[in-house]
């Protein structure tokens, strides 16, 4: 089996670089374009996502996770703490695209990286109110109180929706996590 | 762990995952047993793999830029791993975490620490370990943090903005540019410049240096102004630039040109010995 890209990087190999950047750096781009609302914020986010990669590729733990998810785990958080600086975009999506069917888009990742199919699954587990709340932040973007005055949601319950929804996730993924948060929390 | 305690670990941990923490509640989660629990950033990072189809492809400008820089931080993690004496260990670099890497970066200075422990206990030295600076290091910095950065520092070249003409909407320019020859890197710092239609045109830096001489000034890179504040932006020289006299940004045609026609200039930057390090 050959050894992954990460464990590469995290082995100081230059030239897994260009190998990391074939693969995920359209992943990494379109993660970045889909949430920050101008192309200068979304390139000096992908920069420093890449970055974020490289120091911290000695990280990934390929029991937890695939590199896919791990890579997409590092944009995220750089890509929302970016938002948190720059221009928040509200996604362009008409809200009925964000928060289509799971799994019903016949997205290439689905069929490719397992926890992808895996989340799709858990999605389509929960509550209809708890997958739009976790839609709308996790493909929309949107803040606790965005997604309060998009839906008429109360805000409590917004972020109710959230934790359950995500301890969920979470659990059919086999996350288990650090902590244990007891089977309670992650009830319908 | 009390169940308050986990309570607020949990809404930190899921806040985190999804609209991002502040600067305080940061500092709050680190402070937290369990802080460095990724499953609820995994958790979402697998949603948004099944409910979104990456589409775009990284621009060659930017994948050229990040395999530029990724050898400075790619090759460190090979020296990581080998014996090292107290003058090459990293210093702490960064200023307070904008977000939770604490974590990570304590677990890696405690790698750290145990391979110098164990490779210079061999070689009968000890208290190796207490020399490492568990600070966390590895947050990025943001381009207006790193411009402040580098103004501080000597020896850099710095340049005060002017507008190229009196009137219109462009008279209002201010700023700075800050550069290195050293480091082969820079920031512009500028404010007044109006926003531009990105479908119509872009904002355009030029670097006059000594070795391509004026009348073929190096390409620093484009961008867009998207909004009334001030913006700071990376240099993107694309040529070595040795001893810069004057920076110059012009509006040309999207994606920019190789040799501008100077029809539209926007601003000046004049190198001024006698400008201050922290203009």
Not at chain 1, 158 to 168: N, Q, Y
Not at chain 2, 52 to 76: M, T
Not at chain 2, 115 to 123: A, G, H, K, Q
Not at chain 2, 268 to 278: I, M, Q, R
Request: hydrophobic letters at 45%; charged letters at 25%.
């Amino acid at each position: 089996m050959p050894e992954s890209i990460l464990k590469r990087i995290a082995n100081g190999d230059s030239a897994a670089v260009a190998d990391c950047l074939n693969a995920y750096g359209g992943l990494v781009y379109s993660i970045a374009r889909k949430l920050l609302a101008n192309e200068a914020d979304a390139e000096d986010a992908v920069q420093e996502v890449f970055i974020d990669i490289w120091k911290n590729a000695g990280r990934f733990d390929p029991t937890l996770a695939s590199e896919t998810t791990f890579i997409a785990m590092i944009a995220r958080r750089r890509v929302i703490d970016k938002i948190r600086f720059a221009s928040r975009r509200i996604s362009t999506d008409a809200i009925e695209d964000m928060v289509s069917e799971p799994g019903d888009k016949g997205h290439k990742l689905i069929e490719t990286v397992a926890e992808a199919k895996e989340a799709a699954e858990a999605l389509k587990m929960l509550r209809p109110d708890q997958r739009q709340v976790l839609q709308l932040y996790i493909v929309g973007g949107m803040s606790h109180q965005e997604i309060a005055d998009t839906t008429g949601i109360p805000l409590g319950t917004v972020k109710t929706h959230a934790r359950r929804g995500l301890l969920r996730v979470r659990e059919v993924l086999g996350l288990g996590g650090t902590t244990d948060f007891g089977q309670k929390e992650a009830a319908l | 762990m009390t169940e308050k305690e986990r309570d607020i670990l949990l809404d930190l941990l899921t806040k985190q995952a999804t609209e991002g923490l502040s600067v305080a509640e940061s500092k709050q989660l680190a402070a937290l047993e369990g802080s460095d629990d990724d499953s609820f950033d995994l958790a979402a990072a697998a949603v948004m793999l099944a409910e979104f189809e990456p589409v775009e492809e990284l621009p060659s400008h930017l994948r050229a830029k990040i395999a530029a820089d990724a050898p400075a931080f790619v090759d460190q993690n090979a020296e990581q791993f080998l014996p090292k004496d107290e003058s090459t260990i990293p210093a702490p670099d960064r200023k307070t975490p904008m977000f939770a890497w604490l974590g990570w970066a304590v677990a890696a200075a405690a790698v750290v620490a145990l391979t110098l422990n164990i490779t210079m206990t061999r070689f009968g030295v000890t208290e190796v370990a207490r020399r490492v600076d568990p600070t966390p290091t590895q947050t990025p910095m943001s381009p207006a943090e790193a411009f402040d950065e580098m103004m501080a520092e000597p020896g850099m070249t710095v340049a005060k903005w002017t507008p190229a003409a009196k009137e219109g909407d462009m008279a209002h320019v201010t700023g700075a540019v800050v550069w290195s020859d050293k480091q082969q890197k820079g920031y512009v710092k500028v404010q007044g410049l109006p926003k531009n239609d990105p479908s119509a045109s872009t904002y355009q830096l030029w670097i006059f240096e000594e070795n391509q001489g004026d009348k073929t000034p190096i390409d620093g890179g484009t961008f867009n102004i998207s909004s009334d504040g001030q913006v700071v932006i990376p240099i993107d020289a694309k040529l070595t630039a040795k001893n810069p006299s004057m920076f110059a940004v012009t509006v040309e045609k999207p994606g920019g040109v190789v040799i501008s026609k100077r029809e539209k200039v926007a601003a000046l930057a004049k190198v001024e010995t006698s400008v201050p390090p922290n203009a």
